[in-house]
């Protein structure tokens, strides 16, 4: 069985998730489609992005940054989510069981 | 989902939510089913390394399904859990589907709220492509929304359940690559967000910004931050995504 903890924050964010989603349509005639607070919308999914992955690859070590390198090349020439995970996956896995 | 065919008008101007739209859009999205399916599996294997249960998991995909909330928030996946930072996090990577919301509200004007909020459970970045492409072909149809929708939504909890059904076991060096599939889950989201060289200086200084506040303030806000700063960069600089 799930702790409340645990099942208490998914239902959170799962809440925060659902309400994002109805919200733009509820609220359409409220949501800026351009203009500066558009252009932030726009402008942040990347360098929170990037954010997220210099810290991962900062605290997961060599494991962690080789495993992005090959995700990020995988992404690039494969052009597939799936495979590029899968290829990362693979590329921790060997890090991991050489050191 | 109980759908009356309305109108079926190939290009019409009116929005319309038909039976065949939905069918059309299930077979459109049909190679969704595998590759989500294979995504949802790895993210099914991150949540088993962490030692989340199966109901556990699936309701995380169920009632967020957001591979890139649901990876962030994984990220930050340490007890007791930073909630707060959590939902901040989740409201700044989510923030697109305000916009695609209100596209679709402009693209289904006229349709029943009562008819259209349900699909809406359902929107994923790819579903909504979909959609906007297909209403210039075919002109607007809420039932190719949902139906490109459903099988998005069944390949990511399905293949997060599968994680758990199939006997692979996140142990020893299969754990430690599991471990790495929230960070790699972004990383593959890169190349989509990358808009040419002016993107060199606000990601240094949003990788910079995380990683001393990683260092001093914590990480689970070192994203928050960093993105913070990198997108005021962007800003100033002018960018637009």
Known sequence: ?99 | MDMTIIHSGCGSASPVFTAAGFGRGMRAAAPFLVSNGAAGMVMGLAYQGLGLTLVSAVLFSLVVYSGTAQAVTLGLWRFPLPVVAMITACIATNARYLVMGAHLRQLFSGLPRRRVLPTLLLLADASWLMTTADAERNGADAGYFLGSSVPMAVGWIGGTALAYVLPIKPTGVIAVAASLIPLAFIVTLLPGQWRGARMWLPWSISAAAALVTAQFVGSSWAMLIGGAVGTGVSFLQGDDA
């Open chain 1, 1 to 99: 069985m799930p702790d409340l903890q645990t099942v208490a924050a998914i239902l959170s964010i799962g809440a925060v998730s659902i309400a994002m989603r109805l919200s733009g349509y509820l609220a359409a005639d409220a949501v800026p489609k351009a203009g500066s607070v558009a252009r932030i919308i726009r402008l942040a999914p990347g360098n929170l992005s990037i954010a997220f992955v210099a810290v991962g690859c900062f605290a997961g070590g060599w494991t962690s940054f080789i495993g992005s390198v090959a995700a990020l090349t995988g992404m690039v020439l494969l052009k597939r989510q799936w495979a590029a995970l899968g290829v990362g996956f693979i590329a921790a896995a060997l890090v991991a069981a050489l050191r």
